[in-house]
């Protein structure tokens, strides 16, 4: 089983939709969680880490279910420049260092 | 700055060829870290630096060597090139911290062995 599991998609939705990605992750004793976004062909950058009490960040909003060892992010409003692939990462502990254990992604794709 | 810089951005090899792909950083991160990003897999660690002279393995070190002799530079070697090797190669720098901190990637490096 992977450690962190994501829907692959692709998720075609019209501009000004509501998207909600979802991510499971294995290890229980992991402390951080994050999202992040990865053109095509492009590197990753962070979009928004994510808090126990949830949190938001205009049109984007992250949850955490540390009990279901879940995490999701909704988008709303989609703008075509949400077309993307969003990764979710946990971290897991490793003597002492935080690895980043990336899931494969969620493509979406945000259409006129 | 510049970031996380990497080079080549491509390259072709042949089988058995050996190469060193460069990254560095001009952030004073203390960690670097190497990935590997192959279709449907995600992102996997190859190898990873906490300083200046200490590194370690990560998910998927076998045909990789790495060092780490200044806090700027973490060049990643491939010793025999295999097929098995063909991805793009994300370098990767960050803060030292216990909550993770944001992980800054290079562009990437795309290689193709054939």
């Known amino acids: 089983r992977k450690e962190v599991e994501q829907d692959p998609g692709p998720f075609n939705v019209p501009e000004g939709a509501t998207v909600a990605f979802n991510c499971t992750y294995s290890?229980?004793?992991?402390?951080?969680f994050f999202w992040y976004r990865q053109d095509c062909r492009k590197e990753p950058k962070l979009l928004m880490s994510v808090y126990s009490s949830g949190n938001e960040d205009g049109r984007f909003t992250a949850q955490l279910n540390r009990a279901s060892q879940y995490i999701s992010l909704l988008i709303r409003d989609s703008k075509l420049s949400d077309s993307a692939t969003y990764l979710c990462?946990?971290?897991?502990?490793?003597?002492?260092?935080?690895?980043?254990?990336f899931g494969a992604g969620t493509r979406l794709a945000v259409h006129p | 700055n510049a970031g996380v810089t990497q080079t080549p951005k491509f390259q072709v090899l042949k089988t058995g060829q050996s190469m060193t792909l460069q990254c560095a950083q001009d952030m004073n991160h203390e960690y670097m870290s190497w990935y590997r990003q192959d279709p449907g897999m995600g992102l996997r660690l190859i190898h990873y630096s906490v300083g200046a002279g200490i590194t370690d393995q990560g998910e998927v070190p076998n045909g990789y060597n790495v060092s780490r002799s200044t806090t700027e530079d973490f060049p990643l070697r491939l010793l025999s090139a295999a097929p098995s090797q063909t991805s793009v190669y994300f370098c990767a720098s960050r803060k030292a911290g216990p909550r993770g901190e944001t992980q800054y990637f290079g562009p990437g490096t795309r290689l193709l062995v054939l």
């Open positions: 990462v946990v971290t897991s502990q490793s003597g002492g260092y935080n690895k980043l254990i």
């Open positions: 290890n229980s004793a992991s402390q951080s």
